[in-house]
């Protein structure tokens, strides 16, 4: 590992049939990273609308990716 730094990442719904309910990814520096990666790791997933949160907190923008942080990618919710 380059910098050592370690993302687990965490799939919900639709997204987990996908890509399975998680994975740990390292050296990645920032969310637009990430997405690129599991774009190429998962095609499928390029089709998939999802929302980002970076420890707990939903992202809209490119965000940097701390050491040891959890990324969570989250399907539309439906209300009812």
Do not use: W, Y
């Not at 399975?20 to 390292?26: I, N, Q, R």
């Amino acid at each position: 590992m380059e910098n050592g730094k370690r993302i687990q990442v965490f799939f919900f719904g639709k997204l987990s049939e996908i890509a399975g309910a998680a994975t740990t990814l390292s050296n990645l520096h920032n969310t637009d990273e990430l997405i690129q990666h599991l774009h190429t790791q998962f095609p499928a997933l390029a089709n998939e609308k999802f929302a980002v949160a970076v420890n707990k907190q939903t992202i809209h923008t490119n965000t940097e990716l701390p050491d040891n942080c959890t990324v969570a990618l989250l399907p539309p919710f439906s209300g009812g």
